[in-house]
């Protein structure tokens, strides 16, 4: 069974910086897609970034190009999110995801796998 344990959320100033960690297991993932969502009150699951596990290659949503880098450590099964000139507009409650698959995808309909999801607030 395929587990998802976000970590790293917490209350930064409005310029500042967290890293998000999502540690997977359950199976090995090199042919999985593993992505970053967000939830912000009253809103829809947004779209933050994906990477596909084999190669490494990764997509952003446009809200967050240029501040946030997606990574994975194959070694320590663990996906991160770091995240670089916060706003107060990205407070909301991060998931992590996973799916098998080849195709990077920015739905979160398309992911299987979810965790618990872990919050961050930026102060302005």
């Known amino acids: 069974q395929v587990q998802l344990v976000e970590s790293g959320g917490g209350l930064v100033q409005a310029g500042g910086s967290l890293r998000l960690s999502c540690a997977a297991s359950g199976r090995t993932f090199s042919d999985y897609i593993m992505g970053w969502f967000r939830q912000a009150p009253g809103n829809e699951r947004d779209f933050v970034a994906a990477?596909?596990?084999?190669?490494?290659?990764?997509v952003y949503g446009d809200s967050v190009k240029g501040r946030f880098t997606i990574s994975r450590d194959t070694a320590k099964n663990t996906v991160y999110l770091q995240m670089n000139s916060l706003k107060p507009e990205d407070t909301a409650v991060y998931y992590c995801a996973a799916r098998m698959g080849w195709t990077l995808s920015a739905r979160s309909a398309r992911y299987d796998y979810w965790g618990q999801g872990t919050q961050v607030t930026v102060s302005s």
């Open positions: 990477i596909t596990w084999g190669h490494g290659s990764t």
